[in-house]
């Protein structure tokens, strides 16, 4: 009797383990898949650069170790060896945009400029993008580190070596800059 009760007990156990495992499969998934979706976002939004350097580059307020920093912010971000350099380098596009849209506030005729306002409202939107998928994947990255720091979850995490994520913030609002 004690035997079916030991080999019973062991057998719940690796479905516990089993279960467990799968859990942090999804969960790890779920954290890559909106990493992904935010690295794209911001990709995407960085091609807008560019443009809007060469937007920047007619207004007297934004001197041109600006504008060149500015256009060299793309490949920065895209080449930063970690997720902290990452963040304070999309964080300074986000306060960059934001200094060129103030600089365009003093320039009355870019309110009727339909090119300037397209472009303006292109990296509205891209900021928006970048900021939902930030998001989810904050939420994605915290439903999995929650996961991995119970007891005794974390010990199969630490089998199985899955890692923690870390979170990604930066400044996102240009709309106050808008209004």
């Excluded at 009760?5 to 383990?17: I, T, W």
């Excluded at 596009?93 to 397209?118: G, N, R, S, W, Y």
């Excluded at 900021?131 to 989810?136: E, G, V």
């Excluded at 400044?171 to 106050?176: A, G, Q, V």
Aim: aromatic letters at 12%; proline letters at 3%; charged letters at 25%.
């Amino acid at each position: 009797m004690a035997i079916w009760f030991l080999f019973g007990a062991m057998c719940m156990l690796v479905v516990l383990l089993m279960l467990a495992y799968l859990k942090f499969v999804s969960l790890n998934k779920a954290a890559k898949d909106a990493w992904q979706k935010l690295d794209f976002n911001m990709k995407n939004r960085a091609e807008l650069i560019p443009i809007l350097a060469l937007s920047a580059a007619s207004f007297e307020e934004l001197d041109r170790t600006f504008i060149y920093s500015l256009s060299s912010l793309k490949d920065s971000c895209r080449n930063a060896p970690t997720l902290k350099d990452r963040v304070a380098c999309e964080s300074e596009i986000t306060q960059k945009f934001k200094k060129v849209f103030t600089a365009a506030m003093h320039h009355p005729e870019l309110k009727t400029d339909a090119h300037f306002l397209k472009l303006q409202q292109n990296i509205i939107q891209a900021e928006g993008k970048v900021q939902r998928a930030k998001k989810k994947y904050n939420s994605a990255a915290r439903d999995f580190n929650t996961i991995a720091s119970i007891i005794p979850l974390n010990l199969i995490a630490k089998m199985f070596e899955f890692e923690p994520y870390e979170y990604f913030d930066f400044d996102p609002s240009l709309n106050e800059v808008m209004k």
